[in-house]
């Protein structure tokens, strides 16, 4: 599904953040990336969003190398960047509309987007309704909580049916409670739709919580991935067993080590 | 959020005017401060007569430099707003420019526009120009990069962000620097207005009535001016009210 290839990214007067950097996420894996402040996380996801162009190497996914915002990859940020004017509704469809704006080019939408608008209307409704917030639909931004704000961004960008989900800190603004709620519905949209994710965290807990795999960066360059294969992700309720706590240690471990020699990592 | 004013505080506010303007008179007691009992009648009298004929041509040139300013100056204040680095060109200009009073360029205006209705009407528009040009300039530069992303993120180019991010997020600004500039602007319309023309509100104010002591006249001149910016204010209000409903939500 993405293969980065040899990437190499630096700010401008800045020392290389990725070199030759290689790494392969295979179709339908949720992946969580985790590291220190500063380390690339949020830079690495807008180089698999097409924000920002790497200085060398390349990113490809379906097969198809990336040059700039690809319109079958969702991205949900810490600020849910919801329009301030436009109400809940108004802002699940603002991708819709600027689909309908362009048309099928290829470019800003899918060649083969839906142009039904019943369907497209009936599709709002449901991931409105999955989200618990069909009833804030008529609702304005500054008059939700932040969870309900966050819910309206992700039913934004997942009713433009991605093939791909990158989100960046989604829930880190959030009070623990929320925050393990809307992991426990980000597990179930996983478990149900098995659509590939990748999730930028610096909360440990979260990325055992919602990564099969967690990408570990550190505040060097990174050249090697450093890979924890995670099989007690996907269940927030499980958070006191040993084997969750176990992988948090793991995690933490590496995060304190910087280096991230450990005999659990993987590195293809 | 913004405060709404509702329809209670603005009959308290036209109740508390009338009431000080009569309390004024009474005390005065001069004709040169006749009472409402006596001016409003006066006024509705003559108001669809001669005075109506001034409101209306006072009127035109207010709302045709608004339309001016306002297709000129939003425009180039949200390329200005996308374009930092044109903006840091430009800047230094609008710096000097913006807090000039532009009134004292009406002897050049006419000296090179001619003395005519279009004169006025572009005097007017470049003060209200510089009010747009600033907060629509200002409200662009204002937006959140996240928020730019994530609306890239949903395959928005140049164009669909100008449509669905610049234009709806400067239209509040552009409404509330008209309103708050309207007051302005019919103050340049009256100074503008009492030479060189023979209609409007400030020539029937300042030549028909106040230089032959019509005071009573003069008065409903006053109040054909005061209804203009009044009803110009509330007009952009309940435009606002109707584009900005997020600005007045959750109160």
């Avoid at chain 1, 990748?198 to 090697?224: C, F, P, Q, W, Y």
């Avoid at chain 2, 041509?57 to 709302?63: F, H, K, L």
């Amino acid at each position: 599904m993405i293969e980065l290839d040899r990437l190499t990214y630096r700010y401008r007067d800045g020392e290389d953040l990725f070199k030759d950097f290689c790494l392969t996420i295979g179709k339908g894996e949720a992946w969580t990336i985790i590291g220190p402040s500063g380390c690339g996380k949020t830079t690495l996801l807008s180089l698999l969003a097409g924000m920002i162009a790497p200085v060398a190497g390349q990113v490809v996914i379906g097969g198809d190398v990336i040059t700039r915002a690809r319109p079958r990859t969702g991205l949900v940020l810490q600020d849910h960047g919801l329009l301030p004017w436009a109400t809940v509704r108004q802002n699940t469809e603002l991708g819709l509309k600027i689909r309908a704006y362009y048309g099928p080019d290829g470019t800003h939408s899918p060649q083969d987007m839906e142009q039904d608008k019943g369907k497209l209307t009936a599709r709002v409704d449901y991931w409105l309704d999955w989200l618990g917030i069909l009833h804030l639909q008529a609702k304005y931004p500054v008059e939700l909580s932040r969870g309900q704000r966050q819910r309206a961004a992700i039913a934004r960008s997942l009713v433009l049916d991605p093939d791909l989900l990158l989100l960046d800190e989604p829930f880190s603004a959030l009070d623990a409670p929320i925050r393990e709620d809307l992991q426990k519905v980000m597990n179930r949209f996983h478990q149900e739709s098995g659509l590939t994710s990748v999730t930028v965290t610096h909360d440990i807990e979260e990325a055992v919580v919602m990564g099969e795999k967690v990408l570990v960066l550190t505040n060097s360059e990174n050249r090697e991935p450093l890979i924890v294969d995670n099989p007690v992700s996907g269940s927030v309720d499980r958070r006191n067993d040993p084997g969750f706590m176990n992988q948090c240690g793991r995690l933490r471990a590496l995060l304190a080590n910087g280096n991230g020699a450990s005999p659990e990592v993987t590195q293809p | 959020m913004k405060r709404r004013v509702t329809l209670v505080s603005t009959l308290a506010g036209i109740a508390m005017f009338f009431l000080i303007w009569l309390v004024c008179a009474a005390v005065l007691n001069k004709p040169i401060l006749p009472s409402p009992f006596v001016v409003v009648p006066l006024f509705f009298s003559s108001i669809f007569g001669e005075l109506g004929l001034h409101f209306m041509a006072s009127a035109a040139r207010v709302t045709a430099a608004i339309m001016l300013a306002t297709v000129t100056a939003a425009p180039l204040g949200m390329i200005l707003g996308q374009s930092p680095r044109i903006d840091r060109l430009v800047e230094p200009l609008i710096a000097i420019v913006y807090p000039i009073p532009k009134i004292i360029f009406l002897p050049v205006i006419y000296v090179l526009l001619g003395i005519t209705d279009f004169s006025k009407v572009f005097l007017i528009s470049i003060i209200i120009f510089f009010q747009i040009l600033v907060v629509v300039r200002d409200e662009a530069l204002s937006l959140r990069k996240e928020l730019i992303v994530s609306v890239k993120s949903l395959g928005a180019g140049r164009r669909a962000l100008f449509r669905y991010v610049y234009l709806p997020a400067s239209l509040p600004a552009v409404l509330t620097a008209l309103r708050v500039s309207a007051g302005t602007a019919i103050a340049v319309l009256f100074i503008a207005e009492q030479s060189l023309t023979e209609y409007g509100l400030g020539y029937y104010i300042v030549v028909e009535t106040y230089q032959v002591l019509m005071y009573p006249e003069m008065y409903t001149g006053i109040m054909g001016m005061g209804l203009l910016g009044v009803g110009l204010y509330f007009l952009i209000y309940s435009i606002e009210l109707r584009v900005s409903k997020h600005l007045f939500a959750g109160g």
